[in-house]
């Protein structure tokens, strides 16, 4: 799968710091699976956390710390020890989404927006002001107007949209700031599924959508 | 006892301890379940971590706690550890990041998988030796060293102080959009440094 658009050089390294929401490390997990341009850059800000924690000035431990550990791991049974699983390998997009979405894409409890664009907010991931929602978008309609109050996530999952950055298709992320403005459009003959991560609410800035954005949710 | 004590003696020394004893000791846990190789891994590891739970917000007495689970957990999975994928440090990083998320942010944290089964890795190689550059954790450590303070200090906010970008912002009174340059430049920085084509 060829992929064009990724996380940005800050998200990667906000990621490997574990500073980034929980939906917001559920997207960039689920984009990383596929992507090893993003795979590589996180494993270099990995290296930076790591050489960054040795570079620390050492505190010193209580003077039970050691035996405390040793006890635990000495009454450890053979269960303790983590056994290794290796990694699933996905080689799409619909298949890295099964680890977090129960049902199939066609058979979720879709619910409608708007013409044209459904969602479905998958429950239980921690965002702060922010959600995680699946938005399915049916070919030619618009997401109206928008900017952000704090960051989003956008991975396509199925079909393609395209806005003012570019044209996004399975695999993609658009990894997107306060600053952006933009209003993506389905393109394509199949709904636009995306996956879509924000940290806090979005601001529609047309009179009509600012109307309906209490009742949409978003 | 003895040993105990002895090994904090040491741990005054600890900074001279060269990378490649840190990745002995790891798989000498992995392979053998070395209780003496995990004994100077603590004397070496546990007063970082204590170090950085503490950056991180926590009390002397919880940052001594989460420091203690933390080498509980890398002698649990240390079967996990390839050293082809990562240095050492880069491991016990994201074992001590992953618990403070979840202990004391009460956060799921959805991690990138980047290990894979040392055990068929191990048997691929003849010499140690062969693992040196896996990372070139010298070349990074100097190009850490040579970043403009000011692109450095927002780095560690970020990974320290567990500050997302926004709080990076409030903390220096600087924009986000600062913020997320300044770590742009500085991760740009060690990408070409580390010649890697990302």
Redesign the interface.
Known sequence: MKITHHA???T???????????GF??L???H??LCS?C?????????????????????????E??????S??EA?TLD???P?K??SVSSDMTSVLSEYVPHRLDELPWQRLMPGIRQYQLAG??SGNGSVRLLSISPGIRIPHHTHL??ELTLVIEGAYEDEIGHFKAGDLADL???CNHQPVAVGNKPCICLIAT?DKLRFTGLLSRMVQPLIGI | MLAVTKLFNESENMAAIPVSDTRIWLRSVAERRDRHAFEQLYGYFAPKIKGYMLRQGADDASADDLAQETMVQIWRKANHYDPQKAAVSTWVFRVARNLQIDRMRKQKFYELTLDTDVSSNVENLQHDEQLENHPDTDRLKKLIGELPEEQIDVVRLAFFEGLSHSEVSCRLSIPVGTVKSRLRLAFGKLKTGMGEQI
């Open positions: 940005d050089d800050a990667i390294l906000a990621y490997a710091a574990g500073t980034v929401s929980e490390s559920l960039l997990k689920a990383m699976e341009h795979r590589e850059r996180m494993s270099l800000a990995s290296d930076l956390g790591g050489e960054l924690l040795c570079e620390l000035e050492p505190v010193p431990m209580s003077r710390g050691l035996s405390n550990v040793l635990v791991i450890d303790s020890v983590t290794f290796s990694p991931i921690e704090g960051g700031d306060a600053s940290d």
